[in-house]
């Protein structure tokens, strides 16, 4: 059964709404005095600048992670790599180049894998994540999870949640066939320390296990 | 990442009227290459409307051929089971680029529409017409060892970065479009542009359309049985092309009765090899034939100081491609 829990940013600056609009009313209007008065005196008697406000105000965003329902307000450039670990403490997914380059960011939306770092958190409202905090079944560590840790498939281990992810996918993907296929479609996965034949050896062997 | 509005609409001609009235908006899909760009200060639209509800993610054979919804991933395209069988080649040339996480998150519509890799383009203390048109460009007496051999300017010689775009200039792609003034279709090769004066259009949308689909003709099917996307990089995967080929041919009786040739990461578009198809027509498959199609599918191509190894990749890649679409080579 899921649970509604209520979120809130867990860190860092003020993101009340006040805070926000009075900042923007003010920038407004200093931006109201350095430009063109005419336009400007239009607009603030338009009131414009409320409306500026308005319009980069936090949107409501609902995600289901890891079974568990959620509500929260994020301004729209926030990106769902952030909501898990600024807004959830989700810190189990790793923000590696934050550019879609490596991988270590890879979470499953409505089952499929992406790079959390290049997608907007809105544009995932209404749908499902998992993180690899949701792999394990209470302290029952999920096979992909055992067997990394029997082949050693990480050293420094900054990549490996991402790995993980990834070749939880691939499986159900069905590109595991060779030794070849699974490097292939596992490439989106950097890791610096080298840990790639430990990795295949690891997918190979849940793999087998599933047969 | 600066401010910018957010809007989701369902429909279509919302979305289209939405993106009409902001001159600095911008169509939100997978979002690969705009929010990256974003993060880099390369674009800071003003809204986004992301169009990731809207009713365009259909795969389905036509009367004419297939259509491809502009929203349809590209790991949906390359893992669709018509396509794989009857335009094999579409889904080589997706396969071959980006990581499964990305393709799984990339669409269709923004794979037409993402942007050069040119450094040069991505760095905004360097000049550049495409990103600041009259900025100057940094490759053209720069370190341009990945771009342009074909079709470039004075103003630009970078090149466009899609595997999935060869492809569908091989297999005669349109793409339809709707914008407020109503539906069109234009031809792939009419689609992409080279740089001219005006690098910093890459294609022939014009402002406020919106990419609806991508059609593929009956015709092209037959190309589906002797086919290979071979493509040359630094790595052996996750990296943009240095040098790709697309080549598809129909053979009959060991006679080549039609070839569809295009590459990538020579040109500003993708780079269709009409010449060499022309010269293919009618020849016995044999790899004497195949250099003698590469040697004109080169001719024209020019070279910078960093990108002369590409006067030689470019053919011998021509010539590779075909010999294991042939099964010439394995
Ligand atoms: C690390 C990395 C490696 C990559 N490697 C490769 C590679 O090897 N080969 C390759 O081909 N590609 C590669 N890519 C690029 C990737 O294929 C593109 O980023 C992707 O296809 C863009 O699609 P998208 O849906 O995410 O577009 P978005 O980022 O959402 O949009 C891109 C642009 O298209 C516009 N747009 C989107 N949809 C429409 C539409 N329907 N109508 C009109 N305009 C629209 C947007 O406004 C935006 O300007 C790579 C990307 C990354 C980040
Ligand atoms: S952090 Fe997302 S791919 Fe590197
Ligand atoms: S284990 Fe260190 S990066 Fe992969």
Same mark, same amino acid.
């Given at each position: 059964m899921s649970t509604t829990k209520p979120c809130t940013p867990t860190d860092g600056e003020d993101n009340s709404n006040g805070t926000r609009r009075d900042f923007l009313k003010q920038t407004s209007l200093l931006t109201a005095i350095a430009l063109t008065p005419g336009t400007v005196v239009k607009a603030a008697e338009n009131q414009w600048d409320e409306k500026l406000a308005g319009v980069f105000e936090k949107q409501a965003l609902h995600l289901e992670v890891n079974g568990v329902k959620h509500e929260l307000m994020v301004e729209p450039r926030v990106t769902l790599l952030e909501v898990l670990r600024e807004y959830l403490d989700l810190t189990g997914t790793k923000k590696g180049c934050d550019r879609g380059q490596c991988g270590a960011c890879t979470v499953h939306v409505n089952g499929v894998r992406v790079n959390s770092c290049l997608s907007l958190a809105l544009t995932n409202d209404g749908k499902k994540i998992t993180t690899?905090?949701?792999?394990?079944k209470e302290e029952e560590l999920h096979p992909m999870q055992e067997a990394f840790i029997k082949h050693d498939g990480f050293q420094c281990g900054y990549c490996t949640s991402g790995q993980i992810m990834s070749a939880v996918a691939l499986l159900k993907e069905g590109h595991s066939g060779s030794e070849t296929e699974i490097r292939e479609f596992m490439s989106g996965n950097i890791c610096r320390c080298g840990a790639y034949p430990n990795i295949v050896k690891a997918i190979q062997e849940v793999k087998g296990g599933m047969v | 990442m600066n401010q910018f509005q957010y809007t989701r609409p369902a429909e279509t001609a919302v979305a289209v009227k939405s993106l009409a009235k902001e001159p600095n908006g911008y169509f939100l899909a997978g979002g690969t290459n705009l929010v990256d760009m974003m993060k880099m200060g390369l674009v800071v639209p003003d809204k986004l409307i992301d169009i990731n509800r809207l009713p365009l993610k259909k795969i389905e054979k036509t009367a004419t051929g297939m259509h491809i919804g502009a929203l349809a991933s590209n790991s949906e395209v390359a893992e669709h089971a018509y396509i794989k069988a009857q335009y094999p080649l579409l889904a080589l040339a997706i396969n071959a680029g980006a990581s499964p996480q990305l393709r799984n998150m990339a669409t269709v519509g923004g794979n037409l529409m993402q942007r050069t890799r040119c450094p040069y383009f991505f760095d905004t203390a360097m000049p550049c017409n495409k990103r600041t048109p009259g900025s100057g460009c940094g490759a053209l007496e720069g370190i341009n060892r990945m771009h342009a051999l074909f079709g470039a300017s004075d103003k630009c010689i970078a090149v466009n970065p899609s595997d999935m775009n060869v492809a569908l200039a091989a297999l005669d792609a349109t793409i339809h479009v709707t914008g407020v003034k109503g539906p069109r279709a234009i031809k792939i090769g009419d689609f992409h542009r080279l740089p %001219?004066?005006?690098? +910093?259009?890459?294609? &022939?949308?014009?402002? %406020? +359309?919106?990419? &609806?689909s991508v059609d593929l003709p009956t015709a092209s099917s037959a190309y589906n049985k002797h086919v290979y996307y071979l493509k040359i990089r630094d790595r052996t995967s996750y990296a943009f092309a240095l040098v790709s080929v697309a080549a598809a041919l129909h053979i009959e009786n060991n006679t080549i009765t039609g070839a569809r040739l295009a590459m990538g990461g020579v040109a500003h578009k993708p780079w269709r090899l009409s010449t060499a198809e022309t010269f293919l027509k009618g020849k016995a498959v044999n790899e004497d034939n195949f250099k003698h199609a590469a040697q004109i599918a080169m001719q024209g191509a020019k070279a910078y100081e960093y990108n002369k190894f590409k006067l030689k990749l470019a053919p011998n890649a021509i010539v590779q491609s075909l010999k294991l679409a042939t099964g010439l080579a394995s």
């Open positions: 690899i905090e949701g792999l394990a | %001219g004066d005006h690098p +910093e259009l890459d294609n &022939t949308l014009q402002k %406020g +359309e919106l990419i &609806t």
